[in-house]
């Protein structure tokens, strides 16, 4: 059975962990093939990784970013060496930090920084040009990686692509790169979230909005 990646976006959202895991713990879901993977805000992840060591959660623990730097004076960065303490995973380049002049540059140069330190970097991607750019860089490496597919409009719109042009742009992707998952993201919900990973070339999907609540997560992870 393919293994599907169920990533949450938390943002910039205050979440309050403790109810939100409270309902976490109590959900029954079926999840022999999901890979489950929450990126709270970084002042979240202590506590986060507690929580989940102390109820033995199925649950991997994402960073939303990590510095373009290994250490040193950079007021405000944190390194992929102390996200290694908490984290497996980390997004690089979303949409809404290249928004904020976040270049291909220095996104190579974080997706370095995470494997450097054992973290599994979850790449965003909006068009065909930032798939190719990466994947001259990254080609052949044999590190693990996740790549998520999410258009700009289908961001926080409640507007999500169509699943056919998502598993087309997958596999697009999967034609530049070779092995890697292939995630979708962009207004997924409980209700539409299987007719994407119902597509051949989608490998997951990435939640913001929806993973917010404790219980439309939870349907998201249980219909995928
Ligand atoms: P959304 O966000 O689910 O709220 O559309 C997705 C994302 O930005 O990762």
């Known amino acids: 059975m393919r293994q599907l990646f169920i990533v949450a976006n938390w943002k910039e959202n205050s979440v309050n962990a403790n109810e939100w895991f409270a309902q976490i713990i109590n959900a029954e879901w079926n999840i022999e093939n999901r890979s489950v993977i929450v990126c709270p805000p970084f002042t979240l992840l202590t506590k986060i990784n ?39 995973y980390v997004i690089i380049g979303h949409s809404e930090r290249r928004s904020m002049g976040e270049s291909e ?57 169509t699943p056919t042009h998502a598993d087309e742009f997958a596999q697009d992707i999967k034609r530049e790169f070779g092995e890697v998952s292939v995630l979708y993201g962009g207004s997924v919900n409980p209700d539409n979230v299987h007719s994407f990973t119902n597509q051949e070339h989608i490998d997951g999907v990435l939640v913001g909005g929806a993973s917010l609540d404790a219980k439309s997560f939870s349907g998201i992870i249980q219909n995928a």
């Open 105 to 161: 540059t220095i996104i190579f140069e974080k997706l370095k920084r995470a494997m450097e330190n054992n973290l599994i970097p979850i790449v965003c991607v909006s068009e065909i040009e930032q798939v190719k750019s990466l994947s001259l860089k990254v080609k052949n490496e044999g590190e693990q990686l996740l790549i998520a597919y999410e258009p700009l409009q289908a961001i926080g719109s409640g507007n999500p692509d």
């Open 50 to 88: 507690q929580v989940v060591l102390e109820h033995q959660l199925p649950i991997k623990i994402g960073a939303q970013d990590i510095s373009q730097f290994a250490k040193g004076a950079h007021t405000g960065e944190v390194s992929g060496e102390m996200l290694n303490e908490f984290t497996k």
